[in-house]
C-alpha cells in the first residue's frame, strides 16, 4: 500500500468523498453504501473510516436492527423481532450505533420503523445505555403521534442540531420541549414545524427557546414577546426563519439593546411587508448576506421601497435577495401595486449581490436605462429573476437591447428570468463587451414577441451557449381571458429554442424551412 495511504486523515478523506451527498433533511447522506462497504473490506487501514462514513448518516433504524441476530427479526411485509431481545444481542449492534452522528425520521417518505419494534428496543435496552444512539449529533424527527414519545431513546447530550415536526395531537408533541433544554444542553440548531397557530404551542415553545443561549440557528413560528427579544440578543444567531401566515402573530422588538449582533441570514414566511421592514431596519450592527421574503398578501410600492431601503447598511455584505409576493391583487389602481424606478433604486446601492429575486404582484415597471443602471449597481451577478411571475398585469418595458447591460456589466451570470418586449427586435448588437458564454437557459415569463428568427439570432449573438427559452411561470396562473395570448407567445418562443439549437448544432448553416 502507498505510505500516503498510511496517514489517517487522507484515508477518512477518500472515505468522506464516497459519503458526500444530502438526503431528503438537506444533511450529509451516505449514497454510495455499497461501495463503502467494499471499501471497509479492503484492508484494515480502510476499515475503520469507511464503516464511520457508511453509518455516519441514517435515515432509518432498519439497517441498525438488523445488526441483531438473524434468528432475532424476520423482514416480511414489516420488520419484526421473532423473539424476546437480551443482552447478548445488543454487543453487535453497539458496535456501529455510535457510528451514527445524524438521524433524518421523514414518515411521509422513509420505510417506517413499526411501532412494535420502538416498544421492544425500549423495554429490553440494557440500563447502563443512556441513549440508543450515544454519538448521536442531529436528529430530523417526523414520526406519527404512536412513535413520537420514543424521540426519548434518542435525545442526549451531544444533540447540537434538532428538527421536529409538531403537527398532530399537540399536547403529546410538545410535551418534550419542556426537556429538551436538560437533555439536550448543546444545542445550536433548532427548528420547529407547526401546522396549527395555538397560544399554546406559541407560550411552550417561546419557553423552550428563551432558555437556550448557545443558538446558531433557529426555524419557528410564532413567538412571545418575552422570546423575540431574547433571540435578538443572541451573540451567535447567524440564521433565522420566522413562519406562520396571515393570523400569526410577530413580536416588534421592544426594550433591546443589541439586535441580532451576529445574523447573517434572514428568512420570513408570513409577515407583512412593513414587519420585514422594521424587523430589518433593527438589526444592529446589519451584517446579513442572505434575506428572502414571501409574504401572502399585497404590498403597494411604497412599501416595497421601505424594505429596499432598510437593507442599505448591508449593502458590503449582502450577496442574495428573494423577495416574492404570494397574492392577486384586487381594487385600487395598477399603478398602486407596481415597483418601478424610485422604488428600486435603494437596491443600486448593494454592490455584492450575486442572486436576485423579486416578484412583485403588481409586476416592474422600468426600461432599458433604468434596467442598465439597476444591473451596473451588481458587478457579481450570477442569478436574475425579475418581474416574471406576474408581469402579465403590465406589458413590459424593457427591451432586447436592455439585455446587452447584462453582457456588459454582469459577465459571471448564468440564470436569467425576465420580462421582455421582444416585439421589436434589433438587427445589430449594441454591445462592446465579449458574450456572456455562461447562460443556457432564458425564463421569459409573458414575454411578448413576433419575429422568432431574429429573436434568435439576436440572443445567439450575445448568449452563445444559449439554447432554451421557457415560459418560468409554472408556478403562476394568468387569468382566463389572457391565456390566448399567452399561449401564443410561448409557441413563438418555442421556435425560438428551436431555432438557437440548430444554430448550436449546426453553425454557419441555413435554417430549415420549417424554422424560417
Known sequence: ???????????????????R???TCGWESSQNPAALAALARTC???????????????TTLIPLIKCFPEDAWEDGFDISF???????????????????????????????????IWQTLELSRP????????????????????????????LGSKITHLKIWLQGTETLRLSVLPLLNSVCPNLVNAEFSTDTSSTAAEDIISSAITQWNRLESLDVSSLTQLAMDHIASLPKLRHLHLRGDENTYYPRLLGTSATFPALQVLRLTGPNVPYCASLISTISPSRLRKVTITT??????????????????SRNTLSELNITER???IGGS????????????????????????????????????????????????????LGLLYQWLRPSRITPVGLVALVEKCPNLYHLGLNINATQCPTQIPQSAPPNIRLKTMLVGFSSIRDPVRMAQFLRGIFPQLSATEPGFSRATPPVGLAPTINEDEEVWDVVSNVLCFMRDHPGKTLPPGLQ
Request: hydrophobic share 40%; glycine share 4%; net charge neutral.
Open 127 to 154: 440500563s447502563d445505555t443512556s441513549s440508543l444512539l450515544p454519538n448521536l449529533c442531529r436528529l430530523s424527527w417526523r414520526e406519527h403521534s404512536e412513535i413520537f414519545p420514543y424521540i426519548r431513546m434518542l
Open 82 to 116: 421473532r423473539r424476546p431481545l437480551v443482552r447478548k444481542d445488543w454487543d453487535r449492534v453497539n458496535l456501529y450505533s455510535y457510528r451514527i452522528k445524524a438521524l433524518g425520521f421523514d414518515s411521509a417518505v422513509q420505510t417506517l420503523v413499526p411501532l412494535a
Open 44 to 58: 484494515q487501514g480502510f476499515h475503520q473510516h469507511a464503516l464511520d462514513a457508511l453509518w455516519r448518516s441514517q
Open 21 to 23: 451527498s444530502y438526503n
Open 1 to 19: 500500500m502507498h505510505r500516503c495511504l498510511e496517514i489517517s486523515e487522507i484515508v477518512a478523506l477518500i472515505c468522506e468523498a464516497f459519503a
Open 327 to 329: 397574492s392577486r391583487p
Open 296 to 313: 401572502p398578501g399585497r404590498n403597494t410600492f411604497n412599501l416595497w421601497q421601505r424594505v429596499f431601503s432598510a437593507l442599505e447598511p
Open 334 to 385: 395598477e399603478d398602486e401595486w407596481t415597483v418601478g424606478w424610485e422604488c428600486l433604486k435603494p437596491l443600486t446601492a448593494l454592490c455584492c449581490l450575486k442572486k436576485v429575486v423579486i416578484e412583485p404582484v403588481g409586476g416592474l415597471d422600468i426600461d432599458d436605462g433604468q434596467f442598465k443602471e439597476l444591473v451596473s449597481s451588481w458587478p457579481m451577478l450570477r442569478y436574475l429573476e
